[in-house]
């Protein structure tokens, strides 16, 4: 693996002295160019949108905290953030790996598409919130409203959920390790099925956690929203 | 609240039951308002339907324009030039949109309306130099192929919202609030996902589909700054962004989204349209479009970013005497939707089969409970003639190449009475139009629009009383 990484065509950017924007236009435009395979990004300092609007297979290093939206909107790129990033890191994701070591504020992979999110500790509130096709996993808890309006993908919490768990899902499927505070309108929990304990394990081993997939619990839609219905008039 | 269309059997008084029946006709409990709450509690949900406010408020019908005479020297109104050029989003982005008239097409969902439409929209639009928008649900390659110009919408459900849509748009309009429904989302009932629709939106197909009101990924207004310039960065700070407000708090609203760094300002009325909402929200939330113009423009003075940022306004604009009110009002252009689908049959008693042969609708009208000239059942996806569905079969009613010759006459009818309406201020360009230039003939009208009481100088709230 090292070897590997040492074979590719590396490249560093040191933002203290080039800042995002020159960053990003290098990213979109010129590196295909310069046929570089990792970025380096040094002294990013809470910096917004790192690595926006990637649309290329390369790797890219954040090495440091980061601020909104890293890695937002990515095709392809594999981005990890060695530290801690700020809200909405890999919203709209469509393909490729946003990886961050640390924690991650709100809004986590919102209305992804596609492609894998993974958040070593916690994430804050909201996360995976209106996801639709993408995977999040997240190693310790999620906060209130995760998933809300959860479309379609995976959201994987190997911790505990807060408040209002999956609201007013669609077709999106949560599995939790830990207790969930309380869930939203339309979530039940349901039975694990064979498919969920396959999946599961996929998703989990791409995220590079050890957990068996039978101490998780599935939270999935009632689906008793999806029509209008008078008896359910407070909820919509 | 008039609507019998659940078959709902009423016994209304008589207009002369008071005099036949020593009865008094409640002016608080009238015949409607006893239909609609027999409705509501034979239903148990609220109305939804589309369209805009339906109720009288003070519009631009209420003020007229002090065209030219011996005091202002007008432009030969069949000669000379005058200029309809519009340049939208010139603050931030390297491309602004360069338009030929400042009257553009809002955004309209594919779903709520069919491809055929769409494309007719987007075909007719660009004959004229103008834009189209998207709408809560993607972009279609119909209207990318379509339009010259096409504005792509980022709504708070990102249904279909992606990179490579993106950057093929040739603007980016964040849309906060939406003047039919302020505060709330979108709906579209099951009837009209189809599989393309429920296919771009992620949704299962037949499904009841509400969209969300707020953003997935911002909040407040700091986080709009934020998110304005993540779109900036992915489309490496070419394209213009609007951010489009419903029509409330319009001042700080429209301060807010300067702050935040939009090139232009969509300001949407409470006559602004819709394909579905609660009926509670169109008739009950938000100013009239008149009033909110008057706001917006002052907001962005009080900002000193007159000409910086562009003032776009909607809700309820149907002819060129509206777009040059807003215009004169401050406005930089305008956006129009229902008038646009009016133009396309909307409400007509006949459809053309092949753009050519009118065949009666008004059997299909009676069978969703309505008729010509008052339906509002966009909800329904069962569009008499063929504008607001997704029915293979109805879809037809409406040929593009029709629709669009439709769209391009009625564009360009707007354009030229814009521009005779400036003639005869004596401006050789529409955007020279000014407030001087209108009176008011309502005492409301007068103090929403800030201009004289015509006949006096009397402006309600600003000279005396």
Redesign the interface.
Known sequence: MEQEVRSRKALEWDLSESP??QL??YL??EMAQDDVEEVRILNPDGA??IA??M?APVRVEVMGNA???IG??N?QAEITVHGSAG??VA??I?SGVVRIDGYVSE?AG??G?GGLVVVEKDASS?CG??M??NDIVVGGDVGHFSA??A??GHLVVCGDAGDGLGD?L??AVIYVRGEVKSLGADAQEEPMTGEDHATLAGLLERAGFDHRPEDFKRVASARKL??????H?QE? | MTDKSDGEVTHALEENDAVTHGGQVSHLYNRDVQAWVRKAAN????DIRGMGAKRKVPHFDDLVFLTASASRYPLEGYREKCETRTVLGGRNAKKPLELDTPVTIAGMSFGSLSANVKEALGRGASAVGTSTTTGDGGMTDEERRSSKMLVYQCLP??YG???DD?RRADAVEVVIGQGAKPGGGGML??QKISERVASM????AG??Q?S?SRH???TGPD?LT??L??LR?????ELPIYVKIGATRVENDVKLAVKAGADVVVVDGMQGGTAATQDVYIEHAGIPTLAAVVQANAALEELDVKGEVQLVVSGGIRTGADVAKAIALGADAVSIGQAVLLALGCNDHVWYKDGKTPISAVEDYEKLGTKPGVCHHMQTGRCPVGITTQDPELEKRVDPEWGAKRVRNYLQVLNMEVATLARACGKSDVHHLEREDLVALTIESAAMAKVPLAGTDWIPGVTGF
């Open positions: 995002v924007r990003n236009n979109h435009h917004h949108h926006v609007g649309d601020g909104y939206y937002g909107m095709k809200w909405s919203e709209n469509m809004c919102a209305s598409h909201r919130i209106s639709k096709g809300f309006m479309q379609k007013s669609y077709e999806y029509h209008w219905n008078s008896e008039d919509y | 239903r148990g949900i609220y459900s990102r919202f992606n990179p993106l009932l099951g939106r992620t949704l299962p499904i009841d509400r969300a997935p990924d911002w986080d934020i998110k310039e993540e960065e992915i489309t490496d700070w």
